[in-house]
């Protein structure tokens, strides 16, 4: 019999569970659909289940004239914002309140005369919602950078802190004066820890969450980095039981994005 172990901290984080029950509640109390500007979350399959529940995916303001817009977890970028209002659209902001502590801290810096970086990923919708600063996604980005007189550096809220301290460590020769402010948050903390450890002690990971969601590749990451024979999947569908052949204890962990249904019909087609 394999031992099957889920890390400790896994699935849904307080960010994305706030916004899923603002929407499901702006949802309830309206007639009319409601719209998220891109995917309310980073799981194809989470997102399939709210449509059912009247909650709508668009890709631009463009075509929406009238109705309730939810701003996700990542945030928004304030044109997009004021384009928003403009048009009259209701609104309900399910940005996540450690998101827009990073804003924040963005605003303090720039009022101080600090140019801004941000340690994060051009295109995640998190780091497109911040206006006017640079995004350096790993060290080598450093190098073709010129040297400056002030520099604000915080992080996308998932990053993990070994890029992130790398990262640090290269800007420290960019300029005489650096004010550095991890903005990773708690909750991709607790998930990363939970996973390297659990890693360093099983014979293969499964990882479960969507392909698009950038935190739930970062889990795969450390897997794999610790060295452990790593699976990413985004349903129990895709399980192959020859992944596990000769193993004895598989550890599962889930990204921020992954509801928990998806985790438990994994956890438990694993155990059978
Ligand atoms: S990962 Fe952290 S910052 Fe991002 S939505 Fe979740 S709780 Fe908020």
């Known amino acids: 019999m394999k031992k099957v172990e889920l890390a400790e901290h896994s699935g849904f984080c307080f960010g994305v569970r706030r916004a899923i029950k603002l929407a499901q509640d702006a949802a309830r109390k309206s007639k009319?659909?409601?719209?998220s500007l891109g995917p309310l979350i980073h799981n194809r399959q989470e997102v399939e289940r709210l449509r059912g529940k009247g909650i709508h995916v668009?890709?631009?303001?463009?075509?929406?004239?009238?109705?309730?817009?939810?701003?996700?977890?990542?945030?928004i970028h304030p044109k997009l914002l004021k384009e928003a209002k403009s048009k009259g659209l209701s609104i309900v902001d399910a940005t996540c309140p450690f998101v827009r502590k990073v804003h924040q801290i963005v605003a303090l810096l720039k009022q101080d005369g600090y140019e801004v970086i941000v340690i994060g990923e051009k295109r995640h919708p998190e780091i497109l919602a911040l206006p006017g600063v640079k995004v350096i996604e790993?060290?080598?980005?450093?190098?073709?950078?010129?040297?400056?007189?002030?520099?604000?550096?915080?992080?996308?809220?998932?990053?993990?802190?070994?890029?992130?301290?790398?990262?640090v460590q290269a800007l420290l020769?960019?300029?005489?004066?650096?004010?550095?402010?991890n903005t990773i948050c708690l909750e991709t903390v607790k998930r990363q820890e939970s996973t390297?450890?659990?890693?360093?002690?099983?014979?293969?990971?499964?990882?479960?969450?969507?392909?698009?969601?950038?935190?739930?590749?970062?889990?795969?990451?450390?897997?794999?980095?610790?060295g452990t024979e790593t699976h990413q999947v985004e349903t129990a569908d895709e399980i192959k039981p020859a992944w596990f052949k000769g193993k004895n204890a598989i550890g599962v962990t889930a990204g921020a994005s992954t509801p928990g249904w998806l985790i438990k019909e994994v956890m438990k087609k694993l155990r059978a």
């Open 32 to 35: 009319l659909p409601i719209y």
């Open 58 to 75: 668009i890709e631009n303001l463009s075509g929406m004239e009238s109705g309730t817009l939810i701003i996700r977890s990542h945030g």
């Open 138 to 167: 790993k060290k080598s980005d450093v190098s073709k950078m010129r040297k400056r007189k002030q520099l604000g550096i915080v992080s996308q809220t998932t990053q993990t802190i070994g890029n992130f301290n790398e990262v």
């Open 173 to 181: 020769s960019k300029a005489p004066e650096l004010r550095i402010f």
């Open 196 to 226: 390297r450890k659990l890693a360093g002690r099983v014979d293969s990971m499964v990882v479960v969450g969507g392909y698009n969601s950038a935190n739930t590749r970062r889990l795969a990451e450390i897997c794999r980095r610790a």
